[in-house]
């Protein structure tokens, strides 16, 4: 990592507050270039506390952009951080349309041309995206990482018509947990008590929304940008990682949006920024990917970024199954258009007799982390035992010629069930010489939405049906004497929410059924595709103090023999405990666990725990939020729980419960 210092243009910050047109006030940090000459802004726009969550990463790149002559602004969503208003639901209409509102604020100030852009990952890639579909006319140009384009199929809600267990309940714990913290008194003053007391009557628990909407209605199909491709003017350069969840993302945008206005980056990372380092690697130089785009797109600037490839995606090599790599093997690719004409679908017909599948319910205990962060943890180990309880095909590669593919795999599969419901996962994974099994890519689909995500289809029970569905995309190259195998099973717990009947399974009929891979020829050009070395601004000074004890485990798998129950105990690792440079100390713990016996669907369980602790002893500001989540199931419907408790000082000046039944009409 190159710390840059020196800058084009000296840089200068202040905080403001951006006034929205029902009186609602947002806390924004707004980074400049010492100039005289209007100049471009760009917006990242996030619930997630400028003041001190995203600091440290907003330091890294806001003074980078204001040193290379942008107005980097860093603006907190409505009722989170030390803006104004009430929290609501992600992405909700009152959320874009303030969004709006700031990029023609920015636009109309005297230090701005007028020209507007707007970058962010995960949450400020998805809002990036919405807005621009909403298409505001000072918005020229969007940079949106790790981000979706349809917040169904491809988010932490839903996968193929199932719910998400891993991230659905993850994720609304963690919001709850995040929309409970106060306002900095440093920062909004004596008024912060009062405003933190508002938001927590408001706060909603966001799983009660989610688990309401079990098939794709109009609540998702709002902020789907996949609805209206055309709506969106600005132009898009997409950015995704392989080992991201939301990087089919990327090849959607690249294929309907008009070529003249959009390029698609996807390399081998994780849920993070491409500059930072995190494993897996290599990282690039993304600050400089993006002030190319800025500098074309909001500056005019004949720069060439425009004649690079549609899409660049990296092509990892064969390597063996880790849980963490710092460096991946393979190379950079880059297609003209998308989708390719260097690509061409190639069917692997399955072969012998039907066989019955009925996946021991903890079936996805070695399925990583839903969204890998760069942790030790966080990507699959060796899948030898997932295959075990799974109906395998295998395909052998020659000697000779690697098989390489990019995009998304497919499967056709001609089942029976003897129940109405059930669920099927097809996992793509590269068996080298010695046995060893690496997960490359995999997907899921409920059979209830087989003709649709909007509707929930029961099973004609006895019978059989063809299914189809499409694999995360993928960029691979299976090597010479490996094997591609596809395992297939019906169980993947802690990702897929099991329903009552599921246990047993369904049959397979390898006639009929077949693994389709898009398989790349090699082009000559292929190495000619390169990225500067990763560069960032100083970064803020946060100290990490020590644990007496140390961290417990990220990922820990305990069985009850007796029982027959499995328990997955997470430590997410978000942050942790850290004392910023203003005196802020800052501490937080979560842990996650998740509980399945091996032949009950039904004693399916999630809990999360978040412990948040924002104190300024100059000021003796002592803030405490702690939320419990749970979520169990029946035969009709899912139990949720939820608690928070918030204390200023030993004093609870908050504590609230939630308890609902939700019925289980699809999901």
């Not at 969004?99 to 041309?113: D, I, K, N, R, S």
């Not at 295959?387 to 098989?403: H, L, Q, T």
């Not at 800052?586 to 009950?600: F, L, M, S, T, W």
Request: proline share 9%; with cysteine; hydrophobic share 40%.
């Amino acid at each position: 990592m190159i710390i840059r210092t020196d800058f084009p243009y000296g840089t200068t910050h202040e905080d403001v507050r951006i006034p929205l047109p029902d009186g609602v006030e947002l806390y924004a940090r707004i980074w400049r270039p010492v100039t005289d000459e209007p100049v471009p802004a760009l917006l990242e726009y996030l619930p997630y506390r400028l003041t001190d969550w995203t600091s440290p990463r907003d330091r890294q790149r806001h003074p980078w952009y204001a040193g290379h002559g942008y107005a980097s602004v860093r603006v907190d969503v409505r009722g989170h951080g030390c803006s104004g208003g009430l929290p609501g639901d992600e992405y909700d209409a009152r959320e874009l349309a303030d969004g709006v509102a700031v990029v023609e604020w920015l636009a109309a100030q005297p230090w701005c041309t007028g020209s507007v852009g707007m970058f962010g990952i995960s949450w400020g890639g998805f809002n990036s995206l919405q807005i621009a579909a909403l298409a505001p006319e000072p918005l020229k140009a969007v940079v949106t990482v790790c981000s979706t384009d349809d917040r169904y199929d491809n988010d932490v809600h839903y996968m193929g018509g199932s719910v998400l267990a891993v991230d659905m309940h993850a994720w609304a714990a963690t919001m709850l947990a995040f929309a409970s913290r106060p306002p900095d008194p440093q920062f909004v003053g004596d008024d912060w008590r009062r405003q933190w007391l508002e938001r927590l009557e408001a706060v909603e628990p966001l799983i009660h929304t989610w688990l309401s909407h079990q098939t794709r209605d109009a609540y998702w199909r709002h902020g789907s940008v996949c609805e209206d491709y055309p709506a969106i003017r600005a132009a898009v350069l997409a950015v995704g990682g392989w080992h991201d969840p939301y990087r089919d993302t990327v090849l959607r945008l690249v294929e309907h949006l008009p070529s003249a206005r959009v390029r698609g980056l996807i390399g081998p990372w994780s849920h993070q920024y491409p500059d930072r380092g995190l494993p897996p690697g290599p990282a690039i130089g993304f600050l400089q990917e993006t002030l190319r785009w800025w500098d074309h797109w909001l500056k005019g600037a004949d720069n060439g970024v425009m004649e690079e490839p549609l899409l660049r995606s990296w092509i990892s090599d064969s390597h063996p199954p880790a849980t963490v790599y710092e460096e991946l093997p393979g190379r950079w690719v880059g297609e003209k258009s998308w989708p390719s004409a260097s690509v061409i679908p190639v069917p692997y017909v399955f072969q012998g007799a039907p066989v019955e599948v009925a996946s021991p319910q903890h079936t996805g205990l070695d399925a990583g982390r839903f969204f890998p962060f760069g942790n030790d943890a966080d990507l699959p180990p060796d899948q030898r035992e997932e295959d075990a309880k799974s109906a395998c095909f295998e395909f052998p590669v020659g000697r000779e010629e690697p098989v390489e593919i990019l995009g998304r795999p497919s499967v056709t599969l001609r089942l029976r069930l003897d129940v109405p419901y059930g669920q099927v996962v097809a996992r793509l994974c590269d068996v080298a010489p010695d046995g060893s099994s690496t997960l490359v890519t995999r997907g899921a689909l409920n059979l209830s939405a087989r003709r649709g995500r909007d509707r929930a289809l029961p099973w004609p029970v006895g019978a059989y049906e063809d299914v189809a569905f499409e694999l995360n995309g993928i960029g691979h190259a299976f090597a010479p004497g490996h094997r591609i195998r596809l395992a297939v099973s019906s169980a993947y717990w802690p990702w897929i929410w099991p329903r009552a009947g599921s246990e047993a399974g369904w049959t397979l009929d390898p006639a009929g059924s077949a693994l389709t891979l898009p398989v790349r020829a090699g082009s000559a050009a292929d190495g000619g595709i390169v990225f500067e070395a990763p560069e960032q601004a100083e970064p803020l000074g946060v100290v990490f103090p020590a644990t007496l004890d140390g961290p417990r485990p990220e990922r820990l798998v305990v069985r009850d023999v007796a029982r027959g129950t499995w328990r997955l105990e997470v430590d997410p690792r978000y942050g942790g405990t850290r004392v910023y440079p203003d005196g802020l100390e800052y501490g937080e713990d979560a842990e996650e666990v998740y509980e399945i016996q091996d032949a009950d669907a039904l004693s399916a369980r999630a809990r999360s725990q978040w412990r948040i602790r924002l104190h300024r002893p100059e000021l003796g500001w002592d803030a405490r939020v702690e939320t419990r989540s749970e979520i169990s199931c029946d035969e009709g419907g899912f139990l949720t729980s939820n608690e928070v408790v918030c204390r200023e000082g030993d004093e609870v000046v908050f504590h609230r419960t939630w308890e609902r039944r939700l019925p289980r009409a699809a999901g």
